[in-house]
């Protein structure tokens, strides 16, 4: 059996240090040519002792001495943004699994190469969605998701037509803040925001679990990746995130993706495909008792989910826009410089200033998420406490 080459770009946050261990647990399958991080140099360099890589990128210029010191002599160091760029060009799978907006540059440089990205960086596919299209149409470039939602979506769509399917459901298991009213969000701290009921995963997606924003990314996620429009995809409550997702078909037959909560089964699915991996993360003990339970959002408490369907509809740099003010938006939560109820306040106040102006260009991103940016720290300022 031939081993696919594999680049874990974001290679020693949650995502990369879990996509580290299916390719240890699935032995030969996977052969890492490439690592890159932003600046976790002694993990990084850990990691490229451990997996011989040929290049290893480091985001922060900065460390790129001290980091070429500590990994295998002959391994090529590429410092910079460059680093991250480098990583992505250079493998036939590309894990990117970045966090935020910074995935971007990642995300295009892999598809223009032809490669299959394994995307855990929902953030460039939202905020540069016209542009990724584009260079998805490069021949051979393939975006399979890791995002689990989406790649149980991928998984229900594999066995029908797109002329079957009467809408997505894209599961939610309503964060830390399920059942509370609004009055009694204002004084939440941050570590109450950073207890998520079934995913451990990194601060700024389990704050976005906790306000529902990241399900609202996930909505123009599916439908930047499925193409289907926002009329049919629909998020329904599911605290025991089991099923990760579902499909309903227009006979009213409803598909689904059934797992424990692991995100090794859809990274390593991501970078299997089409082949399934042999080895098993999150199965269902089904001799033992299971309760499924499904309920509607409250979309008032949870007003993210509202703008980001907002967001999805107005389309053009209106997703970048969102994306940059929550990025802000969560940065000053997670620093105590604003209660968590402004988090949806300072994304709704920056998207009522969104200029119209469209994404035909990664420039066009860029300029569309720095006036964001600037627009939500304005916002945020008027908001300090
Ligand atoms: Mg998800």
């Known amino acids: 059996m031939t081993s696919a080459t594999v680049s874990l770009v974001g290679s020693t946050g949650s995502i990369g240090t879990q996509a580290v261990e299916v390719v240890e647990a699935s032995a030969g399958r996977f052969e890492v040519v490439a690592l890159a991080a932003q600046s976790s140099i002694d993990h990084l360099a850990e990691q490229a002792r451990a997996l011989r890589p040929a290049l290893v990128g480091i985001g922060d210029p900065t460390l790129a001495p001290k980091l070429a010191e500590l990994v295998p002599a002959g391994t090529e160091v590429v410092a910079g943004p460059e680093g991250l760029v480098a990583a992505a060009r250079a493998a036939e799978v590309v894990v990117n699994g970045v966090v935020g907006f910074a995935g971007l540059p990642v995300t295009l440089a892999a598809l223009e190469a032809g490669a299959r990205l394994a995307l855990a960086n929902k953030e460039s596919l939202i905020a540069g969605a016209p542009v990724v299209q584009r260079a998805r149409t490069t021949p051979g470039a393939e975006i399979v998701p890791v995002d689990s939602e989406h790649c149980a979506v991928h998984q229900c769509l594999a066995s029908v037509g797109s002329d079957d399917v009467a809408r997505l459901l894209i599961t939610a298991s309503g964060g830390p803040f399920r059942g509370r009213d609004r009055s009694s969000l204002s004084a939440v701290t941050v570590d109450e925001a950073l207890a998520h009921p079934t995913w451990k995963m990194g601060p700024k997606i389990t704050i976005d679990s906790s306000t529902l924003m990241n399900k609202g990314l996930e909505v123009i996620e599916a439908h930047e990746l499925f193409g289907v429009d926002y009329d049919r995809i629909d998020v329904v409550v599911h605290p025991q995130s089991i099923v990760h997702s579902m499909v309903e078909l227009v006979d009213g037959a409803t598909l689904a993706q059934l797992s424990v909560p692991d995100m090794r089964l859809p990274i390593g699915y991501a ?36 703008l980001a369907y907002q967001a999805g509809r107005t389309g053009g740099g209106a997703p970048a826009w969102l994306n940059a003010a929550n990025e802000v938006a969560v940065a000053a939560f997670l620093s105590g410089r604003i209660p968590w109820p402004a988090i949806a306040e300072v994304v709704a106040e920056t998207l009522e200033a969104f200029d119209g102006a469209p994404i035909d260009s990664f420039d066009a991103v860029l300029d569309a998420d720095r006036e964001a940016r600037e627009r939500a720290a304005v916002a945020v300022a008027g908001r300090g406490r």
């Open 271 to 306: 970078m299997g495909y089409p082949r399934r991996l042999d080895v098993a993360f999150g199965p269902v003990d089904w001799g033992r008792p299971l309760q499924l339970t499904f309920e509607a959002p409250d979309r008032e408490v949870f007003a993210c989910l509202d």
